[in-house]
């Protein structure tokens, strides 16, 4: 039984040998293939440490040729060297060619996938087994490995200033080649992307307020935004049932007010409206996960579902103070802060993770009420423990015209952004129309 089952182990000693000795030919496959497999991806021993003197050789910018390979083997000092050595002179004794090395690198990156996704397999029977966690932790455990392995980010997580370097004058020349365009994903408000570069992938935004400021009707202006410019919204709808959010986005879309909507009294030409308001939302990539509830273990086993698929560029989830914690120690004022705090650090995980923005809306203390001048501040965060420690950026809602009814600035919410870890803070307008739940630009600048 063991010599069958290894016999089933994924490998092609055939096209790992063909690929080394191809490069051989063809040097310069190296700028594409380095970038397919790692010579941990070979299955024989001695063709890894081959391939890893190749590597090095080709990163110093040195030549590469089989003489210069022995030498790169023999100053490693391995203890394995003989028989290294005597695979390379077969493989340089053998009649290969360039041709399909990419091919090759792809089968041997496959193979090396296959093997991994074993090795996890078994370590996910062994930690069923024996493991004292519940069945939901050891699946979100298990959901990240298999995830990790179909991102190919197995990986050495130690990166030298070298590596850390060359990313970031990528980064420089990738923003002056793009100087005036938004960089994250765009929110359709002019002021705010030139303040925050859109939403950017890994961060955590907090979008707090108090009870009718628009914070729902918001995120879906963004969720709105977003999906017209061709991504993938992720929504996790805790509190308002999917068709109620849905009436919301059709009365943006169309410009019919939500009173009409649901009595479905519409003229004539509002027929047309909702027809081609209709039309346009079903081709928008905007899924709504309606789970009243919920916790934070089913919101990341959802959302890395939609991004295996690659269906997923923004979540939003609606609010963070209705997602369930783990239950224990429920009652206490202050568990239930250690569970937010739990939370928060978990969506930021799982923005890291998935490398896409997370936008969790948030509620605010009662504080906010007994100050004569009621904007929001970080100090209001209901329950705040880690979220603000946690968030890339924390932004407020508020609408002057709630508290004081005949003010001046009626229809015109303010944007608050108290906290950006990456960037400037201050205020940015917008006009909101209540009966469309829908925002707009205000001005062309930021206070």
Partial sequence: MEFEELNRIPYSLEAERALIGGIFFDVNSLDEIKYIIKSDDFYKKEHAEIYRAIENLFSESRGVDPILVVEEIKK??????????QVLTEIIDENTSSYNLLEYAELIKEKAMLRRLGQVGMEITKTAYTDVRTAEEIMDEAEAKVLNLSKNILKNSIVDMRTASLDEMRRIDNVTANRGKTLGIPTGFVDLDRMTSGLNNSDLIILAARPAMGKTAFALNLALNAAKEKKNVLIFSLEMPVQQLYQRLLAMESGISQNKLRNVYLEEDEWNKLTLATTSLSNLGIYVADLPHTNVLEIRSYARNMKTQGLLDLIIIDYLQLIN????GRGSEASRQQEISDISRALKGLA???????????????????????????SDLRESGAIEQDADIVAFLYREEYYI??????????LIIGKHRNGATGTVKLNFLSEFTKFTSYTDQVN
């Fill in 405 to 414: 009814p005949d003010t001046e600035n009626k229809g015109i919410t303010e």
């Fill in 352 to 378: 890291r993770e998935l490398d896409v923005p997370v936008i969790a809306l948030s509620q605010l203390s009662r504080a906010v009420e007994s100050r004569v001048d009621r904007r929001p501040m970080l």
């Fill in 76 to 85: 490693s000092d391995l203890k394995n060297e003989e028989e290294i050595l």
């Fill in 325 to 328: 914690g783990t239950g224990k």
